[in-house]
């Protein structure tokens, strides 16, 4: 079983920047995959970015220049640095493990909220 925290949503101006933490409970994380996921208002929820336990990052095009995503095998945590902050990028955004060995198993944190506004 695996449990996932998420903190580190706010308020935010277009152009600032935050930082999302996501803590991990449970065992054996290099066989999960870790990422953020987001969801706005009436849409469904997206990829933002991922990364494995050997530290191979992808992002949504809509992201990349502007967020990075890493993680500390060691205390298993993944943090996703958001910066360039725009108005479309606010949403609640979700922490997920991704079980990449049978059986295979998502694990969702409850989220957090981003809202960028002026």
């Known amino acids: 079983q695996v449990q996932l925290v998420e903190s580190g949503g706010g308020l935010v101006q277009p152009g600032g920047s935050l930082r999302l933490s996501c803590a991990a409970s449970?065992?054996?994380?290099?066989?999960?995959?870790l990422g953020w996921y987001r969801q706005a208002p009436g849409k469904q929820r997206d990829l933002v970015a991922t990364?494995?336990?050997?530290?191979?990052?992808t992002y949504a095009d809509s992201v990349k220049g502007r967020f990075t995503i890493s993680r500390d095998n060691a205390k298993n945590t993944v943090n996703l640095q958001m910066n360039k902050l725009k108005s479309e990028d606010t949403a609640v955004y979700y922490c997920?493990?991704?079980?990449?060995?049978?059986?295979?198993?998502?694990?969702w944190g409850q989220g957090t909220q981003v809202t960028v506004s002026s």
């Open positions: 997920a493990a991704h079980r990449i060995v049978i059986p295979y198993y998502d694990y």
């Open positions: 449970g065992r054996d994380f290099s066989i999960y995959v």
């Open positions: 990364i494995t336990s050997g530290g191979d990052q």
